[in-house]
């Protein structure tokens, strides 16, 4: 099989793309931190019914991680990412080293106001400047395209968007719905960090965050009130340490006084190393 096509450089993907920009056909593109998994391919698979050439990029980005957060030991395994993008027609494999990223430490950053304060940007302090930057770089790099990105992770969706509207990129932003285990939890490159009683207490986090939709739904318009229900559900299970719970609304990322419109609950877990985010969306 000749798919994908590993490519290291930032020169030689520009050229392989302009080959197919050429030859008139649209880019997909899919950023991704590796170790591949259910979540990912669902992106590359909405990329590849939509586009003529889907670019992956596998890339853990020393920019986002913070002191004492998990960039040693973020887990990678390049020959399986391969296989899982050969097995879902990817067409180009972007798989640069640290050093043709950031041959120099950067003195350029992207920054984005309001929707990257909250939540994991306050959990996580330069987090999301961090994956602004690294988006921004790439998507320079790879030039106009479509780029695919999950919902699992929504406050940085909201990033990129605003980053995409303010800059004028040329990119046309899609996201995708959340995949999960049989049991309910986000699929996560950390879930490999759970013990296994760790992973049978993890769906407790999208268990809990639904109970606070369905109050919602049902009524409930204190944020208050949702953030301790969904909080309650939360810290009763003993292998769970809950990091924030937020509900808010689904575009400003704002915490609303009244609950109405579309609206995003988001939470934050520690599970022993593992921290875990997810996000429900509800409309009253
Ligand atoms: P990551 O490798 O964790 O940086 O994620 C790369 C892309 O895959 C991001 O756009 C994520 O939102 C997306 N992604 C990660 N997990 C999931 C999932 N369970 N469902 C859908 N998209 C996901």
Not at 49 to 74: A, C, I, K, M, R
Not at 226 to 238: D, F, H, K, Q, S
Request: with cysteine.
């Amino acid at each position: 099989m000749d798919r994908p096509l590993t490519v290291t450089t930032i020169g030689e993907l520009r050229d392989r793309l302009a080959e197919h920009r050429a030859a008139g056909r649209t880019v997909g593109f899919v950023p991704t931190m590796g170790y591949l998994h259910e979540g990912h391919a669902s992106l590359m698979r909405a990329a590849r019914e939509h586009d003529d050439v889907v670019v992956v990029s596998v890339f853990v980005n020393p920019l986002q991680f913070g002191e004492g957060e998990d960039l040693d030991t973020y887990p990678r395994d390049l020959e399986r990412d391969a296989r899982v993008a050969a097995a879902e027609g990817v067409d180009l494999l972007f798989v640069p080293p640290v050093e043709e990223m950031y041959p120099e430490p950067v003195l350029t950053t992207v920054s984005v106001a309001k929707v990257s304060e909250p939540m994991e940007g306050a959990a996580r302090p330069g987090h999301f400047d961090g994956v602004a930057t690294v988006v921004a770089k790439l998507f320079n790099i790879v030039g106009p395209c479509r780029a695919y990105f999950g919902a699992k992770d929504f406050q940085q969706l909201a990033v990129v968007r605003r980053m995409v509207r303010d800059l004028s990129f040329p990119v046309e932003v899609v996201g995708c719905p959340t995949v999960r285990e049989l049991d309910g939890l986000a699929m996560s490159s950390r879930n490999a960090y759970l013990t296994p009683e760790q992973r049978e207490a993890a769906p407790v986090i999208y268990r809990a965050l639904r109970a606070g939709a369905a109050a919602i739904a049902a009524g409930e318009r204190d944020p208050q009130a949702v953030r301790e229900l969904v909080a309650g559900i939360i810290e009763a299970e003993p292998l769970a340490e809950l990091d924030y719970v937020e509900v808010v609304d689904a575009d400003s990322l704002a915490t609303p006084e009244t609950l109405q419109g579309n609206l995003r609950l988001l939470a934050a877990v520690r599970f022993g190393r593992a921290r875990l985010i997810d996000n429900v969306g509800v409309t009253v």
